[in-house]
């Protein structure tokens, strides 16, 4: 079996999702859905996209630079309400 990069999907209860989103990238998530399901793990979009989204956000290094050097998010449970930082748009951030 292969592995995926988000990994294993939590136990969680479910999060209530509503957003507009372009219909290709439903489309994307749907399949990366069925694929997880092949795996035996079954889940839906409303499991599926704030996980991705939190581990998006934990794999960027350079977010997780700005925010310890203005001191301003300690928590990293992803319920936990914190002010996200404001980014310079100008400057380009580095993929990681």
Known sequence: ??????????????????????GDLHDKLNAYCQILKADGQATDLRQLVPYMLDRFIAGDREFARRVRARGDVENTDPSASTRLPEIDSSKRLGRT
């Open 1 to 22: 079996m292969a592995h995926l990069r988000i990994g294993k999907l939590p136990n969680t209860a479910s999060v209530r999702l509503t957003l507009t989103i372009p």
